[in-house]
C-alpha cells in the first residue's frame, strides 16, 4: 500500500535482520559460495580444453557480473522448481492415500495419463504451493466500492481463496479430480464439466500473463511421472492416527506443504517405516 517505503523496507531488512532473515540470508550465501565454485572449475574446464589464453573472456559487465547474474538465475530456479513440486507431490501422496478409488484408477492408467494429469491438477487446486500472486500496478487501479489502489501499489490475488471459492467450485473442499477431465464427446462426460470452476480464470496454480511460471509444463511432466512411478511400485498409507496441516510457510520459502505429515510405503505385504 505504501510503495515508496520499499526502499527503506528492503535497507532495513537487510541492516537489522531477524532470526529468520538470519538464516535465510546465510543459506542464500552458502548456495551462491557453491554456485561461484562450480562456476569457476567449469570456466578452468573451459580455459584448459581451448588451450591457455584462448578461452572467452566475461562478458561485458566483467566476470563478477556474469557470475552473480547465473547464480541469482539458479537460485531463483532451484527456489522455484524444487521446493514447489516436491510439496506438490507429498500433498497428491496425502490425498490419494486418503483417497482410494483415486489410487486405484490412477495406478490402473495406462495411455495418455488423463486421470493422472487431472489428480496433480486437482492436488494444485486444493493446495496451490503460491497461495498468492503478486502485481505491481503500473497505473492506478480501481478496485471497486470507491476503493483505488494508486499506481505502484503491490496488489496480491489470493490463489488460494479463489481456488476453494463456492461460487466458481462445486463442493471446493472435496478431493475431486473429475473435474479435470475433458468432458466426453457432446455430453458433459465425466462431472468434470459440472465441477466447475464457473470461470476459467478461477484456476491459476501456475499464476497468469507474462509473468506465468515458466516451469509449469516442467513441474506437470515431472509430479505426474514421480506420481505413476511409485504408484505402480508401491501402496501408501497414512499413519493412523494422522492430523494433517497445510502449513504456508515453510522456513524461508513460501510455499504451501503438508505439516506433520506421516506416509508409510507398502510394498506387498511389507509396511515400510514412515518417511521420517
Ligand atoms: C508444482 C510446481 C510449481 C508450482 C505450483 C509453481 C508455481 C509458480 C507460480 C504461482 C509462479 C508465479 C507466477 C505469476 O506470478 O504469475 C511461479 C513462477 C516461477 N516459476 Fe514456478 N511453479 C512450479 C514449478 C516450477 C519449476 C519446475 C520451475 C523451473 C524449473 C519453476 C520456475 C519458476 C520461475 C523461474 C518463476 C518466475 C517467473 C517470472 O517471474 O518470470 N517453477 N511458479
Redesign the pocket.
Known amino acids: 500500500m505504501f510503495p515508496s517505503l520499499e526502499p527503506v523496507i528492503q535497507w532495513a531488512a537487510h541492516r537489522f535482520p531477524d532470526a529468520k532473515q538470519r538464516r535465510a540470508m546465510s543459506a542464500r550465501s552458502a548456495v551462491a559460495a557453491a554456485s561461484r565454485r562450480l562456476m569457476e572449475a567449469w570456466q578452468e574446464s573451459k580455459a584448459a580444453a581451448a588451450g591457455a589464453g584462448e578461452a572467452q573472456g566475461p562478458a561485458a559487465g566483467g566476470a563478477g557480473s556474469v557470475f552473480k547474474s547465473v547464480i541469482a538465475q539458479g537460485f ?2 532451484l527456489a ?2 524444487f521446493e ?2 516436491s510439496s ?1 507431490l507429498s500433498i497428491a501422496l496425502y490425498l490419494l492415500a486418503t483417497h482410494h478409488e483415486a489410487a486405484a484408477r490412477l495406478r490402473a492408467e495406462v495411455e495418455g495419463l488423463p486421470y493422472t494429469d487431472a489428480v496433480v491438477k486437482e492436488t ?1 487446486r486444493l493446495h ?3 497461495t498468492f ?1 503478486v502485481r505491481q500496478a503500473r497505473n492506478d487501479v480501481d478496485l471497486g466500492g470507491g476503493r483505488v489502489a494508486p499506481k505502484g501499489s503491490l496488489l496480491c490475488l489470493a490463489t488460494h481463496a479463489l481456488h476453494h471459492d463456492p461460487a466458481q467450485w462445486p463442493d471446493p473442499e472435496a478431493f475431486r479430480p473429475e473435474r479435470f477431465l475433458a468432458p466426453e464427446g457432446q455430453g458433459q462426460g465425466e462431472a468434470g464439466a459440472q465441477l466447475g470452476p464457473a470461470h476459467p480464470g478461477a484456476y491459476s ?5 507474462a ?6 509444463k ?2 506437470m511432466m515431472v ?1 505426474k511421472a514421480v506420481l505413476l512411478t511409485l504408484y505402480r511400485r508401491y501402496d501408501f498409507a497414512v499413519y493412523d492416527k494422522q492430523v494433517t496441516n497445510f502449513g504456508y510457510w515453510h522456513e524461508e520459502l513460501e510455499t504451501l506443504h503438508p505439516e506433520d505429515l506421516l506416509i508409510y510405503m507398502t510394498v506387498g505385504m511389507v509396511r515400510c517405516a514412515p518417511n521420517r
Open positions: 531463483s530456479f522455484a522448481g514447489t513440486t506438490a494444485l496451490p504451493g503460491g500472486l496454480p501456475f499464476g497468469f500473463g509473468r506465468m511460471c515458466v516451469g509449469h516442467l513441474a509430479a
